[in-house]
């Protein structure tokens, strides 16, 4: 009766966790019948969505005496979520008035700002008492804290920046001195030994790719040279660090992880990803660091959704995360008092007062008196629109070709000018903002006419590799 | 008396025609709507265009898709991975049948029911273990070292740019059990007195192998190969652990999840559908043709050579590398969950254990509920399968209804369909009638895939494995014969009774076991619950390991914990199924 | 006691016709016998009677009752599979009592029951055992025990000896006459087997591609069959093509190719007819001056109680069988037969 045994043991497999559970005697609660819910929309890790609701719902219960359940919705990372939302409005909110939504948390504020503002966000008024603790200026570097509006739609809820995560044990085997800056990715040494995320995925990723090529517009403009040759260039800086790209994994979070591994050597990550994993593998192992005036301080929003079912409860948890008690969470070493329970989660608050008390703060940065940000200019990010598009037509869909091209040029005797015609896109910003408006204009054509073009645009980039190629081989 | 009976006559005349017919419109209904719709509103996109373009019928994406050297490129990757991992399953499974077939030996018993664990146990979970074996300062790397092959601190790139290589080995040895389950039906089927006529007649082992084994064991062959052939066509998870974007599931799931809404990925899917559809008819032809080996019993008793202990050693070894070697991904997720937080690292074991991670998943305010949803969940499927599973065996077998072989076709139609799809058609239509039932509550709540996924994932796992239920319960009545069910229904039993104490008794082995199998595959389903479950309250294990393995810090590590219970419980899932169905359990992975 | 009336009965399946118009009547208390080669349709016939397949058309009497629609669950038609159709996972006494159940009979009368007709079928000691562990004759009772204990109206056995050694065979072909009179049933049985049937048989139908040949006791259908088909299917015998070439009032001249015999058995009127002789109707050595005709010896077998030759007359074989044995037979030998012995079927 062997069969039997087995279906016992099944059985009792099955129920193991439960009785165990039940043992350590702390059973975890089904959401059970608050009267109060939330609905958040959210692209952040578990650990910010966990420690925020735990906090909130003390919070909530202290002042309102009221207990509160707050159920997030993950779909991924801020284009998934934007997705979603566009994929409701003619459905769900055309018929019900409502995305069954409160709240929309995390993803960056180009996100919010020009993705989601116009159709899917709703204006709030906060407290002034609120606005005025949590935003004293309304800018840092240039960029806007919040949406500079008499009743915003979007508030900065955390401060994030960008840079290079990078795993030492692979950096010493390949005899490399630790990056500073985010040409330094694209030494050929770092070849098959980079890892990227997926502009096409990964919002995040685009924003970085853009401030690169920012960066290089406004070292242009210091330097009184034509901005538009210098996007050429900075296009094509990405495109030699591409040349280097192990992969493109579509999701920034897995950047930090798989350096951590020491499958790559670098990669670019988000301030706090990066941090948080070199805290969890050690910083012997993995180090974070930001291009010294190479980056950007931008908000991470928290907005408040059309047609929300439950708005003042929304207001609440935002006015929750902007007060000092919320803000610190972000920063503030798990376990000790005023911040996370289980997670630190290395984040830059956004409210400048609570920098006053850094005492149990994991990253003692204060980006408001450092200057580690350069200010951005919408000027220079015309093409931010179609950064996604440029990278996969000329980078991941040809990501082998790319990288014979650049193992050809360097070999060749004529590697330096060779290099430097791929570190220079073929055309510059003009050409590239004349595409991207064709494109915009071919949104309500049939989708078969984007694709020809932007297969036709793949062919071009086809055509140069090959071009560099045989230039590399002596015959171009 | 007469004109009595006479005016009783339409009604009493086919009281079970009547039931059978409604029954049958039922599952028609179903079908329709569970499974036929999505796949019709995939379609539509892929040749008319998006919803609001409406542009016509076009043929304009599938050109797209052949001109676009990407594209094209994945097609051809997911053509060669399917083509190898199938070549590769056979030259796995094949010898290893034919082994166990001809030879009794030591071990054998519990190397036979192992070697069926890598099945229920996807590369999902397994690609945990799998970064960190093969990881460029993993498990091999330190063991190179650990041997003086490399030098210290020297990482080592197993499988470099050929991703497609590993792609490859870690399905086939997911998949082999398939073919490994339908040789050895098979082979069991084959009477051994047509090879012991052969060798009578002076033919040589190899000429008997040839000309007799292999043709009879052929439809064996073909019924797995199908399967396997489709199952890595269109399988995603592995390819997109690897990180192997060239391949078409990866792509459409790429592109589907891009914001950018456009029908090319639609025409993608359309393409791989009407490719798994081909290979799906190929395979039930060739098994229509040559189905000779089933028509043949055995007339005398096959008697396996024993083996001496040494001998028997010798036939225990490739059962066993086979074993270690397909079962290495998930011992590497084992090691994951008792290693310290980034502790195995440039060694060949972890440097710190503990049990820490397994007390925190059952505290995760994530793991043990996903956990108990998944039971919930994959409970409630395997019910709604074995009520379908036995309904649609029932016709198929024993009825003569006229559309029983659209009913067959239907039922199987689910393994030819990329989970994915039916994914997102499920979603569409989730939000479609919502629309419809604006007006009526608690059915719209039923429907609405944000508010409570469960109703839709149910029947999502359901149909995604309903032909498993569907195989096994037809196999049973096929060897149960019609008279034992007649007999009673003769001596006065209802069809009720009889279905209650006849058939469903008799057939009881070939319920369970599909029934665990279908439990066990709901269980791990990865692509409908990455995409129906949305409200953490309601994630399934699957999407909880998803979310907790891209996590940093911990959450690989409590993913870990989490995949070693589902390891557990799905290995004995598979060992009962085994257990219960013995050489049988061939008969269900077939088309 | 239940007699049975069919008329008219039908069946196609898709394009084959396996009955065309059956029409029969068996009495109440008959052991009624269907027999045929295998495909004549017998199995089918049983089957529609069980209500386990419908006719395509036609009507089915019990004791004038139209039962053509009536669902197997209702007619109390009990049949005895070919394959005995013993539930596996039952026990014996479940098997048997599983009819009783049914029929919303108490546990304590179906205990009864259940042992009333084991013991009817000698199985009282296996009561407990499952069916597997039964041999084939033991299995073969245990299905007979089965249908018994519902009193059915009309008991339906489907080649029930086939699966048992010769021996065994001839000691339960005479135990189901016992039992089946013993308790009074209508009794249908349906061989291929011409030797089970004539010997416990009241009547026998013989069905052939779907017809109705004929029906009749053993004697009617060994003495007069209608046709070679019967003669030839019933028993042994040397059948013959030939031409009438007198009549009188009292017998006929038959012109053969193994000679001239006179016949007063009577039959065919037209004339072109098929001479049918029985082997064990030829006799061996001439006494008479009519029917007698002499061959040459070609083939002798020994076969216990009797002895077969093979006798060709101008190139024709005849088959003789000789009770007792013939030890030493002549070369060349005249033979005779009875002018009753020499019936005329047609052609």
Redesign the interface.
Known sequence: MRRFVLLILFVVVLVAPFILQAAMGKRTKAAAGSELKLVILNAHHEGIRREFAVAFKAWHLAKYGQSVDIDYRSYGGGSDMLRYLESSKDTLFKATGTFKIDLVWGGGDYLFDRQLKKDYLEPVTLDPAVMHHAYPRPNLAGVPLYDQAASPKWFGAALSSFGIVYNKDVLRYLGLAEPKSWGDLADPRYRNWIVLADPMRSASAKQVFMIIVERMMLDAHDAGTDENQAWARGMGLLRQIAANARLFTDSSSSVPIVVGNGDVAAGMAIDFYGRAQADAVGDARMGYVEPVGATIINPDPIAVVRGAEHRELAIRFIEFVLSDEGQRLWNVRAGTAGGPVQTSLRRLPIVPAVYDDMSNFTDRVNPFVMNIGFAKSGAREKTFGVMGELMQISCIDLLDELRRTRTAILASPRAAELDARLGTFPFDQNEAIRRSELLISLKNAPAEERLKLLRGWTEEFRKEYEELRAAAKGRG | ??GA??M??PA?????AIGSYIALAALLAIFAVTLLWPIVRILRVGFF??P??H?GF?L??FR?IF????LRGGLLNSTLIAVSVTLLCTMISVPLALLAQRYQFRGKAVVNGLLLVPLILPPFVGAIGM??IL????VLTAAAHDLGLVGA???V?WFG?ARIVAVVVVEALSLYPIIFLNVSAALANIDPAMEQAAANLGASGWTIFRRITLPLMRPGLFAGATIVLIWSFTELGTP?MF?L?QATPVQVF?RL???S????PYALVVVMLIASAILYIVGKLALGRGNDAAITKASTQSSAIKLSTGKGLLALLPFVVVIVLALLPHVGVILTSVSG??SW??SVLPRVFTAHHY?TA?????A??S??NS?LFASASTVVDIGLGLLIAWMIVRSKLPAKGLIDSLAMLPLAVPGLVLAFGYLAIS??M??WF?DFRWLRNLVDA??NPAVLLIIAYALRRLPYVVRSAVAGLEQT?V??E?????????NW?TLR??TI??IAANLIAGA?LAFAFAMLEVSDSLILA????YWPITKAIY??F???????YIASALGV?AM??LT??I??AN??LGKRMGAIFRV | MTGLRIEHIHKRFEKTVALDDISLEIRPGELFFLLGPSGCGKSTLLRIIAGLQDATSGTLYFNDKDVTHLPTQQRNAVMCFQSYALWPHLSVAQNVSFGLAVRGMGPAEQKARVAEVLHMVQMEAYAERKPNQLSGGQQQRVALARALAVQPACLLLDEPLSNLDAKLRLEMRAEIRRICKTAGLTTIYVTHDQKEALSIADRIAVLRDGHLVQVGSPADLYHTPVNSFVAQFIGQTNLLPGRIIARDAQAVRVETAAGTFTSAAGGSVSDKVVVSIRPERIRVGGSRSANNVTGKLVETTFTGEASEHVVEVQGQRLKIVHMPPLFDPPVEMTIEIDERDVVLLPE
């Open positions: 008396m007469d009976a006479q009783l006559d009493k005349r086919r009281p079970l265009g998006m609001g373009e542009s076009t304009a994406y797209a001109v676009d050297p990407v970064r960190q990881g460029r300062f993993g601190n020297t990482p790139d740019s997109l990180d974007y790429e999840t891009q914001v809404g456009s029908p090319l937080v980034g690292y440039q007390t059952l505290t995760h305010e994530l043990m509920p956990v108990r039971v939000l479609q919502q629309v604006k944000q508010e014969p008279d034992l007649l007999a009673a229904k003769n001596i006065g039993a209802s009774l104490r006849i008794p008799l665990l949305q409200k953490q309250s979310e907790l891209q996590r940093l810090g911990d959450g690989v219970w557990v419980l004995l899932t060992l009962s257990a219960f």
